[in-house]
């Protein structure tokens, strides 16, 4: 079964540090390699948005608000993606969910909640 799963969400006060982990269960590294991979995440109300993404080639590309404070990495060999967020805001809480293109379809994750208090 293929599927992403993510991990590392929690409760952190503002300042504080995170690192997201996206797991590409049940890929063959055949298809994960070339993938390109991203972050998304959605704040209660708001729709879903763009936060990072990684192209195969290990190029980054990151949402204006979380420049400079997130990174994204990936880490073909274990088949995972992390999110290294710092230096994290209030308005950074929301619902974290690894994305990608793979196997004919759009995958999500199930999502990781970071919350984030003042």
């Known amino acids: 079964q293929v599927r992403l799963v993510e991990s590392g969400g929690g409760l952190v006060q503002a300042g504080g540090s995170l690192r997201l982990s996206c797991k590409a269960s049940?890929?063959?590294?055949?298809?994960?390699?070339?993938?390109?991979m991203a972050w998304y995440r959605q704040a209660p109300g708001n729709q879903r948005e763009l936060v990072a993404n990684?192209?195969?080639?290990?190029?980054?590309d990151y949402a204006g608000s979380v420049s400079g404070r997130f990174t994204i990495s990936r880490d073909n060999a274990n088949k995972r993606v992390y999110l290294q967020m710092n230096n994290l805001k209030v308005e950074d809480t929301g619902i974290y969910y690894c994305n990608t293109k793979a196997y004919g379809r759009v995958l999500w994750g199930q999502g990781t909640q970071v919350t984030v208090s003042s």
């Open positions: 049940g890929f063959i590294s055949s298809v994960f390699n070339p993938s390109d």
């Open positions: 990684i192209t195969s080639g290990g190029v980054t």
